[in-house]
């Protein structure tokens, strides 16, 4: 028979889950509860262990939707099926380690830091060379495992860059094996920046076409430096609304996919390029146009409100979008220096809040085909007829705001030398918001709507039909 393997050890955060779950519940604090965060800061000068105890108290970390390392938790598995035994040890407080055991029911042992002793470093190789003084295998992932590696029977790895690889080397603890861990890459930034959600921008362009200022080579340069600087700023405010949706986004059936929610970018690369991003498009768009600069502010202060608060109030959230995107049509009007117009600001938000209620309507029909609920949003999959209710009066207004435009003042602006065709616009639009609606009524409406229609080839149908109107209109 083979002997039996020595006992495994498994170190918990950037090992066995790809987060730090200290981190985790800092940025929950932050972004949910931040009026915790001064007595959970009164707690550091007591030592690490006492601070972690606190954390844990005011936060609720869910374990079981931590992004775990499945090669990790497989390697564990396979441990003890042929004899060996498998244990937990973490720096993290002793809470933390009982509840991912629990969840797991891999662990015949849990061990964390007790509030008194920070179970790390050379602390945490004393306690596992003490209990298994007759060898054992460790997986860890950081330069602070090097003093458990030296007195391990067997050294695993996870990751791991090449400095420690240098080190390890140095001291003769040539890994026995090594997990590799992906690394994002410039894909995996783009996708945490939605950089396809820049499509959404566009908008902001509207104002320069309808001003027919287009053709002036200073403005349609300036509008572009504050297209992208304002995307620039959104981006920022993705990566936030990931971080502060981090638990939601992992138990979506999809979201779970997302750089942040599943592990390739970790938070401690995430929070700061957030913050400096968001800082330098603000300071970029100030110096473009002052107007504009803080038009930008209010977009990402409303955006910052929505993604720590409103999304989850139902029915505001979406009134909240359709502010967003009227934002972005007033950043439009203010950097091309044209009065705001109201009428171009109401319709924005009409439409936008339909499109926004015909997106949750969809979430909502699919949630309650699949029995199961819209995690972090306040909706009941019975709520699909106040949804549509909203989301079909908001569209049918637009229309109709769009129609008393064009009959009340769109011909003495003198920018249009048949208004005809005009009224056929809005025709157009009212048939494409209603196949929306169909859509999503019958929960086939599985993108965000502008997302949506970038790859639909009936909307981009609509479109070209919208553009011809407007040009046969604009021709002498």
Sequence with gaps: MAPRPVPLVIDLDDTLVRTDTLLEQLVQLAFHAPGRLPAVLAALPKGRAAFKRKVAEA??????????????????KARKTSGGSVHLVTAQDQSIADGVAAHLGLFDSAHGSDGRSNLKGRNKAAAIAERFS??????GDAHADLAVWRQASEVLVVGGGPGLR????????????????PKPGLRGWIRALRIHQWSKNVIL??????????????????????????????????????????????????????PLASGLIHLRAALPGALVLLLAALAGALFLHPAFGLVTVAYVVVTLL??????????????????????????????????????????????FTS????????E?????????????????????PITTSLGLATGVTAVLVMVLYMALEAEMTGLYHHVEPLFLIPAVLGAWILRIW?????????????VFAIKDRVSWGHAVVVVLLWSISKVG
């Design 166 to 181: 240098r080190s390890l080397a140095r001291e003769g603890l040539g890994p026995h094996q090594t997990f590799e861990r």
């Design 364 to 384: 909502l029909v699919r949630a309650q085909a699949q029995n199961r609920v819209v995690a972090g949003r306040g909706y009941l999959a019975a709520d699909t």
């Design 355 to 362: 499109l926004a209620a015909a997106k949750r309507n969809g």
């Design 438 to 450: 169909l859509l999503a009524h019958r929960g086939d409406l599985e993108d965000d709507p502008v």
């Design 134 to 139: 007759d060898g054992f295998a460790y997986i």
């Design 306 to 351: 929505y993604s720590f608060r409103l999304k989850a109030q139902p029915l505001i959230d979406l009134m909240t979008i359709g502010g967003l995107f009227t934002l972005r049509v007033v950043a439009g009007m203010v950097v091309v220096d044209t009065p705001i117009s109201l009428w171009l600001a109401t319709f924005t938000f009409m439409l």
């Design 205 to 258: 362009l509207v104002p320069l076409f309808l001003s027919q200022q287009f053709l002036n080579p200073a403005m349609l340069l300036r509008t572009a430096a504050a297209l992208l600087l304002f995307s620039l700023a959104a981006s920022a405010t993705y990566v936030l609304n990931d971080l502060s949706d981090l638990a939601a986004d992992r138990a979506h059936p999809t979201k779970w996919r997302r």
């Design 59 to 76: 936060s609720e970390l869910d374990v079981a939707t931590l992004p775990y390392d499945e090669a990790v938790v497989a390697f564990a």
